[in-house]
C-alpha cells in the first residue's frame, strides 16, 4: 500500500494509527461539518495539533491532511472563507508541533 486512508468516519486518527504495523504514508481526511464549517478556529487548530503529534509520536513522516467534501452548511461564500482559514490554521498547526 503507498497511501493509507484514514477516513473521516475515524474521529480519533491516534487510534488508527496505533493499530498500523508499521509507519506507512497516510491521507488523514477531516470531517468537514463538525471540524471545519460548525467549529471555532481554537478548535479547528487543536483538532489538526492533535493529528500532527500523533503522527510524530507514532513514527509517520509521510502524510496529508484534507478535508472531506464540503455541503453548503453556511452559504457558499461562508464555507469556502472557513475553507481557507482551515488551510491557514492547518498550516500553523502544523508548524508549531514540528
Known amino acids: ?5 484514514f477516513g473521516v468516519t475515524m474521529e480519533s486518527k491516534e ?3 496505533k493499530g498500523l504495523n508499521r ?3 497516510l491521507e488523514l481526511r477531516v470531517f ?8 471555532d478556529e481554537a478548535s479547528q487548530k487543536a483538532y489538526v495539533r492533535s493529528i500532527v503529534e ?5 513514527g509517520v513522516e509521510k502524510y496529508v491532511i484534507r478535508t472531506s ?12 472563507e472557513k475553507l481557507e ?14
Request: with cysteine.
Open 54 to 58: 500523533a503522527c510524530a509520536r507514532h
Open 85 to 98: 482559514r482551515w488551510v491557514h490554521l492547518a498550516r500553523e498547526a502544523q508548524a508549531e508541533a514540528s
Open 15 to 17: 487510534e488508527g494509527i
Open 69 to 80: 467534501g464540503m455541503s453548503t452548511l453556511l452559504g457558499g461564500e461562508k464555507d469556502i
Open 23 to 25: 509507519p506507512q504514508t
Open 32 to 39: 468537514a461539518k463538525p471540524h471545519i464549517q460548525e467549529a
Open 1 to 5: 500500500i503507498s497511501l493509507f486512508d
